[in-house]
């Protein structure tokens, strides 16, 4: 069970990670820029694996 904690622990702190460096690219290379959109297409995957730690 601790291991499950630990582990959405750390995708939260990947998430925040990514966030900042997508928000931040995006700001500098624009919204549409290739880099912003791949940072917003990995945000998706991890938010969607917590979605589904969450489930069970």
């Given at each position: 069970m601790e291991q499950g904690h630990q582990d959405i622990n750390r995708l939260y702190s990947q998430i925040n990670d990514l966030r900042e460096l997508?928000?931040?690219?995006g700001m500098k290379k624009?919204?549409?820029?290739?880099?912003?959109?791949?940072?917003?297409?990995?945000?998706?995957?991890?938010?969607?694996?917590?979605?589904?730690?969450n489930q069970n």
């Open positions: 997508m928000i931040s690219t624009g919204l549409d820029s290739a880099e912003t959109l791949k940072y917003s297409q990995e945000l998706d995957k991890l938010i969607i694996k917590v979605q589904l730690q």
